[in-house]
């Protein structure tokens, strides 16, 4: 099930990140997935933020009635700087399993350009692959995801777009119209395929609009609670536990 892990990635979305002071900030966060009303499994990641750096890890994994149809498993882990209140990556490590092929993918970034340290197995290469030297000012999925995941100061909701590159593909993200909703904030967007896509893959669909919902914290905190989406298996919906 490749297009469950695409359709995940298309879940990415951003929200500003602004370098802490000296003492760190930490975020944990487990969601439940419901695919076209039914459970499918769970998104959890816990990243830190430290003197104007980040790590994060995260695990996407198949539950549910999807979970006894097919095993659906995607581990990650990234880190890096923030420069400009935005976050650049040095490393991403990537292992998924789609129960019919198993990858794992290694990149690091030198000067914001990715390089592809290593992308198992291996496959001849195709017309429409993307050149990593072009990619730069890229983040990885994982850094994308843990960006808009993450809690926020009121007034930074809704206000970011970033272009994700993932060793092959080339997709980005964009965030729009923040409305007052009671004492949270609703936002639209788009996930978008820009390159590294067959002309099929882009005859098919292009563009995956999404919305998501925050949520104020007892500290006084913007955190999202609820992330919905179009996927090519229908309507999927990301609810915070």
């Known amino acids: 099930m490749t297009g469950g892990v695409t359709a995940m990635k298309a879940l990415i979305?951003?929200?500003?990140?602004?370098?802490?002071?000296?003492?760190?900030?930490?975020d944990k966060a487990a969601f439940d997935l419901v695919l076209r009303g039914i459970g499918a499994g769970t998104l959890s990641f816990s990243g830190t933020e430290e003197a104007g750096r980040y790590a994060v890890s995260?695990?996407?994994?198949?539950?549910?009635?999807?979970?006894?149809?097919?095993?659906?498993?995607?581990?990650?882990?990234?880190?890096?700087?923030?420069?400009?209140?935005?976050?650049?990556?040095?490393?991403?490590?990537?292992s998924a399993d789609t129960g019919k092929r198993q990858s794992n993918v290694e990149m690091?970034?030198?000067?914001?350009?990715?390089?592809?340290?290593?992308?198992?197995?291996p496959r001849d290469p195709r017309p429409y692959d993307v050149d990593p030297a072009t990619q730069k000012g890229t983040v990885d999925p994982l850094?994308?995801?843990?960006?808009?995941?993450?809690?926020?100061?009121?007034?930074?909701?809704?206000?970011?777009?970033?272009?994700i590159f993932?060793?092959?593909r080339r997709t980005r993200l964009a965030l729009a119209a923040p409305q007052a909703k009671g004492q949270g904030v609703t936002c639209t967007g788009e996930f978008l395929r820009i390159a590294g896509y067959s002309r099929k893959d882009m005859a098919e669909k292009t563009r995956f609009p999404?919305?998501?919902?925050?949520?104020?914290?007892?500290?006084?905190?913007?955190?999202v609670v609820e992330v919905a989406t179009d996927t090519l298996y229908g309507r999927a919906t990301l609810t915070r536990r």
């Open 13 to 26: 979305v951003v929200a500003a990140l602004v370098a802490g002071p000296a003492s760190a900030q930490t």
């Open 58 to 94: 995260g695990r996407l994994q198949s539950g549910g009635l999807l979970g006894m149809l097919r095993k659906v498993r995607y581990d990650a882990e990234a880190r890096g700087g923030i420069s400009g209140g935005l976050p650049a990556p040095l490393r991403y490590r990537e």
């Open 108 to 121: 690091s970034w030198r000067g914001g350009v990715p390089r592809v340290d290593a992308y198992d197995p």
């Open 143 to 163: 850094t994308a995801l843990y960006a808009v995941l993450r809690d926020v100061e009121p007034g930074k909701e809704c206000r970011l777009s970033l272009d």
């Open 166 to 168: 993932d060793g092959r």
């Open 210 to 223: 999404f919305s998501l919902t925050y949520a104020p914290t007892a500290e006084g905190r913007m955190r």
